[in-house]
């Protein structure tokens, strides 16, 4: 029987899906400040650290916000000199937050955030459709949390994470000339974080936290092929409408981070962060169809693992605000972003690169209303492709931009 094979395109596809595009876009206000997290002045600091909560000023908070993130990726191959663009849709992440503190030492909050996923778009009939012509990739993180003050200088906070996520996959099958879908919608994960955040001297606050990683769990995937003859169904042990089904455990990146600002004077203050993500356990992943013998596992050919390669990585982040008058704040930021695969593991599905980011904005406050707004340039640098495993010799680069509007409400 003929076989088909699409173990690397396929497993680099559903990896996009467990976290390969990490979005770095959980505050507005953070944004503009290089996306730090030691700030404690309203809700939204509950994503970066839950033990924030516990310095927010006023007894109740609420936040909300979204974004528009637009990216481009071309890719040149280095023999044929021929090259393809992304056609990308604008991603639109977003952020909802409420804190509450019922007694003086002990707050509470919910989170919601898209902290993975995007959407990518290359032609139909480029040199890499039988890995990638179109990939839609989301996920929602609810997290409830707790934050408890130990002592008047510093607080504990932990959060249980549930998480859900979408893949909606399409490529193409050259083999049989024709294509696949590769679709789930109900993947689930769970984790938890925590941290610790100090304000040993009112000028400096110190936040200190930890996001565990989530093993999403696809377990009703389908995968739907289309092909001009129906024989090929029978020869793949499909249904008569081309699909099976398959699971697979997709993880999510563990994300450790040390933040501070400080308040230069009283108008002024300055902010730093350094993230390191667990990157380095994607070093395979494997699906289990529940027919179709299209894996490469010699003992059972309906289990298809592909080895990864990623490395561990880090960010650094630097940002400044100044308090213009007590109602209009300016915002900068820049920060440097590490890519967690080499050279010779780069994928068309999830385009990574180190990348330089600014990033800016204003901030109005009118009473117990506050209005946010940010945006951010995205400088990728050049990197060349040379991943045999897939087939891709050639150059790459991006572009990528963002803006956000944020609202906060803290009535006392």
């Keep these: 029987m003929k076989k088909i094979l699409v173990s ?3 497993l680099a596809g559903v990896l996009s899906y467990a976290g390969g595009f990490r979005v770095s876009l959980q505050g507005v206000k953070q944004l503009a400040m290089a996306h730090t997290s030691a700030h404690a002045e309203d809700a939204s600091v509950t994503f970066f650290n839950p033990a924030g909560m516990s310095f927010i000023p006023s007894k109740l908070s609420v936040v909300a916000g ?7 990726v071309t890719f ?18 977003f952020y909802a937050a409420i804190t509450y ?3 003086e030492k002990l707050t509470v909050g919910l989170s919601v955030t898209t902290p993975f996923g995007s959407t990518i778009k290359w032609p139909e009939n480029w ?3 039988e890995l990638v012509q179109k990939m839609e990739l989301k996920s929602f993180y609810f997290q409830p949390m707790v934050s408890v003050k130990l002592a008047p200088w510093v607080s504990f906070g932990a959060s249980y994470i549930y998480a859900r996520g979408k893949v909606d996959w399409d490529k193409a099958v050259t083999q049989f000339d024709g294509k696949v879908n590769i679709n789930d919608e109900n993947a689930t994960g769970h984790g938890y974080g925590f941290g610790f955040y100090f304000r040993p001297d009112p000028k400096l606050d110190v936040s200190i936290a930890y996001r565990s990683a989530i093993d999403m769990k696809a377990k009703s995937g389908t995968a739907t092929f289309q092909f001009p003859s129906q024989s090929v169904y029978t020869q793949l042990k499909l249904n008569a409408t081309g699909q099976d ?3 697979a455990v997709l993880p999510l990146v563990e994300e450790y ?3 501070l600002t400080y308040k230069v004077t009283p108008k002024w203050q300055v902010s730093a962060d350094f993230n390191y993500h667990g990157w380095e356990r994607y070093s395979k992943l494997t699906l289990d169809f529940e027919n179709a013998p299209i894996g490469n596992n010699p003992s059972d050919p309906t289990i298809l693992t592909n080895p990864k390669n990623f490395k561990n990585s880090k960010t650094f982040r630097l940002g400044t605000q100044y308090a213009f008058t007590d109602m209009i704040y300016g915002r900068l ?12 593991n780069f994928i068309p599905e999830t385009p990574s690169y180190d990348t330089y980011v600014v990033t800016g904005g204003v901030g109005f406050k009118l009473k117990h209303f506050g209005i946010d707004v940010a945006g951010g340039y995205a400088m990728p640098q050049y990197r060349k492709v040379n991943n045999v495993n897939i087939g891709l010799n050639g150059q790459s680069k991006a572009t990528a931009f963002y803006f956000g509007l944020g609202f906060s409400y803290n009535p006392f």
């Design 66 to 72: 979204g974004f528009g993130a637009s990216n481009k």
């Design 8 to 10: 690397t395109a396929l």
């Design 76 to 93: 040149q191959n280095f023999n044929t000199l021929q090259s393809a663009e992304t056609d990308n849709p604008i991603g639109t992440p």
């Design 245 to 247: 089904g398959f699971s």
């Design 333 to 344: 930021g820049a920060y440097y972003d590490e890519a967690p695969y080499t050279t010779d």
């Design 127 to 129: 040199e890499g459709k």
């Design 257 to 259: 981070t040390i933040g």
């Design 101 to 103: 503190r019922p007694i």
